[in-house]
């Protein structure tokens, strides 16, 4: 007999079935997706486009005993799933889609490669146009761990880990829906990355902890964070010319012993940089778009942000200095770490950051 559980992961299947492909574009802007209002409540569950910016063809799921599959029981715990003719093949044999799913306090292993994923939910796959289509499902809670896992350590201070949670909840909150009507948010940079590889008991108590931290500006959520600012933050319409409310450019030093406060590389001079650079204001500047033309040719290692302060030709190389790491727009990693290690709780951080909005407790 088929358990609720199973029934319910059949009816997620069904509707996440696409024939469609799975692109998920490389580092892009972090432009808003729903309108603050639209997204103000929080989902119970999440869906995540996985593997998302790789063109997956196979793939092995491993699971714990009571694994269900297709809604009904599983036996054999192992499965490979692969595109072979456009067609879904599961275990050899053609098929429509495929949903896996664990006990209620199982995680399901996915590889591809070299490429590992532990999932706490389920997950189906169909078949796109030239990749499978992996859709991960899981609770609200378990994908902010994943995400707060990635972006930071278990290491990390613990009022640092609880603001930047809050930060990335908002996130969900305010682009849910972005990869509609395939998942709610993909796996990597174009919207949050997750790696999905494990989870400390200290993310998870720092994730529980963000809850009941509210971050809002009106009707707004503030939701943007980076690596490193560089010495101040940027606002959404400085960068995307998207007017959000709740942000506001902040000075910050607290980030100044970064490896990224200020960054040198070199490039060779290649037909293909020569024309992006041709085209890139005089420095100067700020401009996400050359980052973002230059990482897709040169690598995402080469331009560490959107500001440009030095930029010169050196015989068959070109320089490029500039300051943080990433687009410098709300949170800055690096500072709000290095707050937290000096005494200020996650709710003075998010002050700090967020002059404009609110933040609030909830008892």
Not at 15 to 26: E, F, L, Q, S, V
Not at 235 to 257: L, N
Not at 260 to 277: D, H, Y
């Amino acid at each position: 007999m088929m358990t609720v559980r199973c029934l319910l992961l059949l009816l997620g299947m069904v509707c996440a079935r696409t024939t469609g492909t799975a692109d998920a574009p490389p580092p892009a802007h972090r432009a808003h997706g729903n309108s603050p209002a639209v997204a103000s409540r929080l989902p119970d569950t999440v869906s995540a486009l996985l593997f998302a910016g790789f063109n997956v063809r196979r793939l092995t799921v491993n699971g714990p005993r009571g694994m269900c599959m297709n809604g009904g029981a599983d036996t054999a715990r192992v499965h490979t799933i692969a595109l072979a003719g456009g067609a879904l093949v599961v275990d050899g044999v053609k098929a429509s889609g495929c949903t896996l799913a664990p006990p209620a306090s199982g995680v399901l292993e996915l590889s591809t490669g070299r490429k590992r994923k532990r999932l706490s939910g389920s997950v189906t796959i169909s078949a796109g146009e030239d990749r499978l289509v992996i859709v991960g499902y899981m609770a609200l809670r378990d994908y902010l761990a994943a995400a707060l896992s990635t972006e930071a350590s278990g290491s990390d201070p613990m009022e640092f880990l609880v603001a930047l949670s809050a930060v990335q909840r908002n996130y969900v909150a305010s682009h849910r829906g972005r990869h509609a009507p395939l998942a709610d948010l993909c796996d990597v940079t174009h919207c949050q990355l997750a790696d999905f590889s494990g989870v400390s008991p200290r993310i998870q108590a720092a994730v529980a902890r963000a809850m009941s931290i509210s971050l809002t500006a009106g009707e707004g959520l503030p939701c943007y964070y980076s690596a490193a600012c560089g010495g101040s933050t940027l606002t959404p319409a400085q960068i995307w010319r998207t007017a959000e409310p709740g942000y506001s450019g902040v000075i910050c030093r607290h980030c100044r012993h970064s490896l990224r406060f200020r960054w040198e590389r070199t490039i060779e001079a290649t037909p293909e940089i020569e024309a992006i650079i041709r085209q890139a204001p005089s420095p100067p500047f700020i401009d996400d778009d050359f980052k973002i033309r230059l990482g897709r040719v040169a690598g995402f290692n080469k331009a560490l942000s959107n500001t440009i302060d030095r930029l010169e030709r050196r015989g068959r190389r070109y320089v490029i200095a500039g300051r943080g790491f990433g687009h410098r727009v709300g949170l800055c990693m690096e500072g709000a770490r290095e707050l937290a290690r000096h005494g200020r709780s996650a709710v003075d951080i998010l002050r700090f950051y967020f002059p404009l909005a609110r933040v609030q407790v909830q008892q």
